[in-house]
């Protein structure tokens, strides 16, 4: 089976790479067609659908997958969220969602100016490139869960709704 990645993040090809182990898998730099930082679940969502699609389209006989981060609000307080889709070479799209944490105030104040919480996570850690690394989950876990085995679990629920799907 040829997967695309809509995206050249190693957290998120890896997460492919792992669900999919006899897959030929490759990635694209595609665009989300939503904010650099969405702001909801739906834009999250829309944000991956777009990316899974421009891959999808790329390629014959072959599925497209995008994996999306965001921010979204719970009672006024600030989470992230994460939302993964899976194009099949028919347009079929699956899509599910995957962990949420919540977010220190100040994160939130910093997104809000319209930072990007790649690069606020960067200041704030103290580290670089943490969207390439373990993640905001993984910093606010401890390193319990990283941004690759948050994302490795919503390719699990995509492939499982593809399969049942089938
Ligand atoms: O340090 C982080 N740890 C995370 O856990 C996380 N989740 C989301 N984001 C940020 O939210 C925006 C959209 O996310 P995103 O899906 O576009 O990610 P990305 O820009 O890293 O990848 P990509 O666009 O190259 O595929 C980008 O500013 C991401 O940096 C995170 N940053
Ligand atoms: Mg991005």
Redesign the pocket.
């Known amino acids: 089976m040829k997967i695309i990645v ?4 190693p ?2 090809i890896k997460a492919v790479q792992e669900v999919f182990a006899n897959g030929v898998i490759s990635s694209l ?1 595609v665009e ?1 067609h939503v904010a ?3 702001f909801s679940d739906e834009e ?1 969502r829309k ?2 659908i777009n ?1 899974a699609i421009q891959c999808a389209e790329s390629i014959r006989n072959g599925m497209g997958i995008g ?5 979204m609000y719970v009672d006024n307080r600030l989470f ?1 969220c ?1 939302w993964g889709a899976l194009v099949t070479q028919n347009g079929t799209i699956y899509t599910a969602s995957g962990a949420r944490i919540l977010l220190p105030e100040e994160i939130n104040q910093q997104l809000k100016s319209g930072m ?7 200041s704030y850690s103290k580290k670089h ?4 690394k ?6 606010f876990t401890n390193d319990l869960v990283s ?1 690759q085995e ?1 994302f490795t679990h919503v390719v699990r629920l995509l492939r499982g709704q593809w399969e049942y799907g089938k």
């Open positions: 809509g995206s050249k993040n957290t998120k730099d989300s650099a930082q969405p999250t944000g991956a990316r994996l999306e981060g965001g921010v992230l994460n990007e919480l790649g690069d606020v996570m960067d490139d943490v969207r390439k373990e993640g905001a989950i993984g910093i941004r948050m």
